[in-house]
Structures are given as structure tokens and as C-alpha cells.
Nanobody
């Protein structure tokens, strides 16, 4: 069993920054693929980044020019540093873990077994 806890969401102004964190707890959690998904209002949940246990980014969305994804496996925690936020960035961000993916990673939503509650990102002036 893995428990995931996201934090760091909130309200930011356009051009501002937020840093999302997702901490995992549970047996062998540090070995599993961890990923970020986002769900914008009225849209389906979509994968945006996944990081394996070695800290290698296995998948990253087109926003990588503004967002930076990383992992500290000593905790284990993944991060999404969101910079130069725009009005179309708001979404509910979820963290997920796949215990069947050890030392490798993917972004297939249906294969992630454990999910956090989500953290809301809002951009407003």
C-alpha cells in the first residue's frame, strides 16, 4: 500500500511560480514509477510527467520549457516547479504511483494504482 500526499498548489499571479510536491509513503514506494497528472475544468485527466526511481524523466509534456520535474528518492518525493504561469495553466494536479513499474516509468493513466487527493493550481490577477 502506498499513500500519496500532494502539496504546494494555490493561487498565483500570471508570470508567477508555484512548486508542487508529492510525498509517497509505504513499503517500497521509492522503487515505483511516480507521475503527475492534471485535470483542467471540463477536460479529462491527462499525464504530464513521470519520473522513475533513478530520477530520470520518462515522460514530459510540452510545458517542459516552463515547468521542471524532479524527484528526491530519499524521501521519496516528486516535484513540479511551475514557472511563468499563464491563465490557461489552472488545473487540479494529481500525483500517482505504479507499483508494477519498478526502476522504469510510463504515463499510462489506467496503469497507476495509487493516487493522491490532488492539489489545485489557480492563476489569477
Amino acid at each position: 500500500q502506498v499513500q500519496l500526499m500532494e502539496s504546494g498548489g494555490g493561487l498565483a499571479q500570471p508570470g508567477g511560480s508555484l512548486r508542487l510536491s508529492c510525498s509517497a509513503s509505504g513499503s517500497d514506494a521509492s522503487s515505483y514509477c511516480m507521475a503527475w497528472f492534471r485535470q483542467a475544468p471540463g477536460k479529462e485527466r491527462e499525464g504530464v510527467a513521470s519520473i522513475d526511481s533513478d530520477g530520470d524523466l520518462s515522460y514530459a509534456d510540452a510545458l517542459q520549457g516552463r515547468f521542471v520535474d524532479s524527484r528526491d528518492n530519499a524521501k521519496p518525493t516528486i516535484y513540479r516547479q511551475m514557472n511563468r504561469l499563464k491563465f490557461d495553466d489552472p488545473a487540479l494536479y494529481y500525483c500517482a504511483s505504479d507499483p508494477s513499474s519498478v526502476r522504469w516509468c510510463h504515463i499510462k493513466l489506467a496503469d497507476f494504482e495509487y493516487w493522491g487527493q490532488g492539489t489545485q493550481v489557480t492563476v489569477s490577477s
